[in-house]
């Protein structure tokens, strides 16, 4: 319950309506994993209407400060912010775990399909491959939304074990690809798209990292291509330096 004779007075727009609820958070009024009261009381308690206080979490929500969960409520989310090292044997659970979250995934759509022309370019063949789209959460945040394609004669098994919540690292490893390297690593930024705003818990307006990668075994042949969309505001970059191993 809030204390009705400490009004949160955040009259004006929706802006400051969010920025008194994140000042309430960050004082510590509620901790993570607390449930917000319910809509009316909050309005009460600030002195504004639905649609200001709606506009405000939504804010929230696709900053990470709030989840927003249908039927249940809104809650004050676990804050992620990774430092996630981009070198030769990037691995995401490892960077997850190093940053003090526990990794996850869900598996999205998994499906063979006939390689498109520019997918058997990039892997420098042709024929079947495994298509799978999975999201990367990080304590149940999502940060980041993936596209792979992989080579279905030579991971025949991937769909079933990868659907049956298997890392992409770990099949590799079972086909004798424990060393397997990322050659090289695209970066660029752009806006959400609805299908990734609505997965990554953003709204449209926000911004993503978009991260295209090729991974290929020690004789250098490419195993697997994917294009990754990360929450901009949840994930920092760095790069290694191949000579040393410092990061800039």
């Not at 000042?23 to 449930?35: T, Y």
């Not at 025949?156 to 099949?171: K, M, N």
């Amino acid at each position: 319950m809030l204390d009705n004779n400490q009004t949160g007075a955040a009259r004006g727009s929706w802006r400051d309506v969010a920025a008194r609820l994140a000042s309430e958070i960050e004082a510590g009024r509620w901790k993570p994993g607390d449930c917000l009261p319910v809509e009316a009381e909050l309005c009460a308690w600030l002195g504004v209407g639905r649609h200001s206080l709606r506009r405000a979490i939504s804010a929230l929500a696709s900053s990470g400060q709030l989840r927003v969960q249908q039927g249940a409520g809104t809650f004050v989310a676990q804050r992620v912010r990774l430092t996630y090292a981009i070198g030769a044997r990037t691995r995401f659970s490892d960077i997850v775990r190093a940053n003090g979250h526990v990794p996850s995934s869900q598996i999205l759509s998994a499906e063979t399909v006939d390689a498109p022309d520019w997918v058997a370019t990039i892997l420098g063949q042709g024929g079947p491959v495994h298509r799978i789209v999975a999201l990367g959460l990080a304590d149940e945040v999502p940060v980041c939304l993936t596209t792979g394609w992989y080579p279905a004669a030579r991971f025949p098994d991937l769909i079933q074990r990868r659907c049956g919540h298997e890392t992409i690292s770990a099949i590799y490893t079972s086909h004798g690809l424990a060393d397997y390297e990322r050659r090289d690593t695209a970066i660029s930024a752009r806006p959400a798209r609805p299908h990734e705003a609505r997965n990554l818990a953003l709204t449209l307006d926000r911004p993503v990292l978009v991260s295209c990668k090729v991974d290929t075994d020690r004789t250098h042949i490419a195993i697997g291509y994917s294009e990754a969309v990360w929450a901009a505001e949840r994930v920092q970059f760095t790069i290694a330096n191949p000579r040393n191993g410092a990061r800039t």
